[in-house]
């Protein structure tokens, strides 16, 4: 079981709403995951599955659970939303793991709260088994990243665009607090409130932090790194509004997020993001627009502001040559700790121009400096041979390479598979894809259905909102 510490429910009541009791579900386990639980010192080994539906999908509460639907506000896409909230997900509580780190259990798709606006509170399947597979992953490639610790099915119908089987999926994070979180009290002026929630996060996640700059300057900093990760294996959020970026610095919500196949600078996925806000390659632009935000969500805490306004304008400034710095940094490993920008350029551009995969164009290169053939043909590609020889001839550790480029990853096209197959009650799909990216930096002599690139028929061209 856990033992809960509910830190957050004692913060004054305009951080949250409480959840008055449990749902009315009557859920099904579809996952439980034990590899996480055992490492977070969690004891759940003698504990029914129907019971693990229960308490991890809202229709039955665990003793010390204080169940809170947490307050926040956002820009979604550029537009302010000033009061938004867990519209469809509550906090059960936080826990102590072994190491004395403190986590946050939090239910999504649990049903109504007070900030639903409408809505069910409800999630369909699709979507719950797309974060357990890609927040998987990500864990799996040393991405900072939410947790997915269980899957239930509600073995309810959630109207959508169509009806769909719905889901609730429990998640483990170091903290909810977002950037939209301060944005919920900054901009209303709630300056006590502000206070209290500045001083309550640095205590929890920046300890050694002095003073609300250094705490900034450290949630920067975590930020930046994250998104240079992910960007490092392809990946595309989606959805980085601000109440999406996590002051933890793990990656939280895998909406309609996803690896890309074929390289583009500019690839977007999400059926909401008509104009790319949230492309590719607008990715660290975006982290340092919502580092703004919480710039000047902190400002108004300062006893100078007109100093800490210049302060904050140039550590901004900083962070964008930081991020440039850190990207080509994993970059860099990427092609065997070459530093060199003209080449890391060239090599992109080879891969946009030919349309080459980019998780296995990597592998590619390390099989050819191997002596190995190739999985793609990529020695056939046009700049290819040219780019090869520069590269081979500045000597790259084939070490580093095979530390930094994974072979598998949740490709979209399996986890639509997946998802598919799961919404008419098959997870044969689902729990062999888990299997296959626990290991992603795993080599083999021949590709597993896995780690192929899709087919042209098999190409998820949009992937859309829970909601």
Known sequence: ????????????????????????????????????????????????????????SGAAFMNGSTPIAMAYAAHQFGHWVPELGDGRAMLLGEFLSPDGERHDVHLKGSGQTKYSRRGDGKSALGPVIREYLISECMAALNVPTMRTLCAVRTNEVVQRDLEKPGAVLTRIGKSHIRVGTFQFFALKGDLKNLKTLADYTMKRLYPETKSYVEFWKLTSLRQIKLVAKWMSYGFIHGVMNTDNMAISGETIDYGPCAFMDE????????????????????????????LTRLAECLLPLMDNQDEAKILFE???????????????????????????????????????MNELD?????????????????????????????????????????????T????????????????????KGDDADFFELIEAIKNPFERKDDLSPFDLPPKAEEKVLRTFCGT
């Not at 096209?413 to 598919?420: D, K, S, T």
Request: aromatic share 14%.
């Open 314 to 352: 140039n550590e901004l400034e900083q962070l964008h040559q930081l991020f440039i710095e850190e990207h080509f940094k994993v970059m860099s490993m990427k092609l065997g700790g070459i530093k060199d920008h003209t080449l890391l350029k060239d090599w992109l551009n080879l891969l946009e």
């Open 358 to 402: 980019f998780t296995l164009s990597f592998i590619d290169l390390e099989r050819l400096l191997e002596g190995k053939k190739s999985f793609t043909g990529i020695e056939t590609r046009s700049g290819f041979q040219n780019f090869f020889e520069e590269w081979k001839n500045k000597n790259p550790d084939l070490t580093i390479m095979k």
């Open 263 to 290: 390289f583009k600078f500019n690839k977007v996925f999400s059926s909401i993001d008509r104009n790319g806000r949230y492309a590719y390659s607008n990715q660290p632009q975006i982290a340092l627009w919502n």
């Open 404 to 423: 930094h480029n994974p072979l598998t990853i949740a490709r979209n096209h399996m986890v639509e598979r997946a998802i598919e197959k799961s919404e």
């Open 1 to 56: 079981m856990i033992n809960f510490h509910n830190t957050y429910a004692d913060l004054p009541s305009e951080f949250f709403d409480p959840m008055k009791g449990p749902n009315s579900f009557k859920p099904t386990l579809i996952a439980f995951n034990k590899d996480l639980a055992h490492s977070l010192g969690m004891k759940f080994e003698n504990i029914s599955e129907d019971t693990l539906a229960r308490y991890f």
